[in-house]
């Protein structure tokens, strides 16, 4: 069963400050989604990372993945408030269907 | 260019009453659909998905079904309702065969009282 982990959970951090999400998973996946999740509301796609090595950004957000160790990360440059939010990983499965199973979602609170 | 529509966006509903959540798609054929929960501050819980009318496969046992009548058409539905079927609902679709994700329709989110 494939388990997707994210680290940290909760996360509350500056404006202007970097830092980094995490994304583990359990088993060989050829695909892993970015989203984000504003409170009430529903799942903003960010990030699709094919390959291995696979580096996307969209102005302060990178994300890049590791095929080989099963990681991801998120990487926030210089953070400002709009950017707090929730953020989840999810590592695509094909059992029929491609389903995605999600990590637990990390939620970011940047404060001024 | 393919929507997704959801609702309603808000429901609720006393503990026994019947449920029915609709997500209708638009600008595409023959789409997977799928049904995922998300409980308060919790991740997402793939509950359904189809791969075209009247195939449906469920993820995990519960008090939920779902349908898929039309193509472009995914019904979530309890004949009772419990306590712990509170949650905020998300419809999504994906392409096939293969596709670049999914897209999620904005969601209903259920209290049960």
């Known amino acids: 069963e494939l388990k997707v982990e994210q680290n940290p959970l909760f996360l509350s951090m500056q404006e202007e400050k970097n830092y980094t999400i995490y994304c583990n998973y359990s088993t060989t996946s050829d695909r892993l989604y970015w989203y984000r999740q504003d409170p009430g509301k529903s799942l903003e796609s960010l990030f699709v990372?094919?390959?291995?090595?696979a580096v996307k950004q969209e102005g302060r957000l990178m994300a890049s993945l590791d095929t080989k160790a099963r990681l991801s990360t998120l990487h926030i440059t210089a953070a400002v408030h709009d950017l707090s939010a929730t953020y989840f990983c999810?590592?695509?499965?094909?059992?029929?269907?491609?389903?995605?199973?999600f990590g637990q979602g990390t939620r970011l609170t940047i404060n001024p | 260019s393919q929507t997704i529509h959801q609702w309603p966006a808000t429901l609720v509903q006393p503990v026994g009453s019947p449920l029915s959540l609709e997500c209708t798609v638009e600008g595409t054929s023959n789409p997977n659909l799928y049904w995922y929960r998300q409980a308060a501050g919790r991740g997402l819980q793939l509950l359904f998905y189809?791969?075209?009318?009247?195939?449906i496969s469920s993820e995990v046992p519960q008090n939920l079904s779902a349908s898929r009548p039309q193509d472009r058409q995914f019904i979530l539905s309890s004949k009772k309702l419990l306590l712990s079927d509170s949650g905020f609902y998300l419809c999504?679709?994906?392409?096939?065969?293969?596709?670049?994700?999914?897209?999620f329709g904005s969601g209903t989110r259920l209290t049960v009282v």
């Open positions: 999810a590592v695509a499965v094909f059992q029929g269907a491609q389903k995605l199973v």
């Open positions: 990372l094919l390959s291995n090595g």
């Open positions: 999504a679709w994906s392409a096939v065969p293969r596709s670049y994700g999914y897209t």
């Open positions: 189809s791969v075209g009318i009247g195939q």
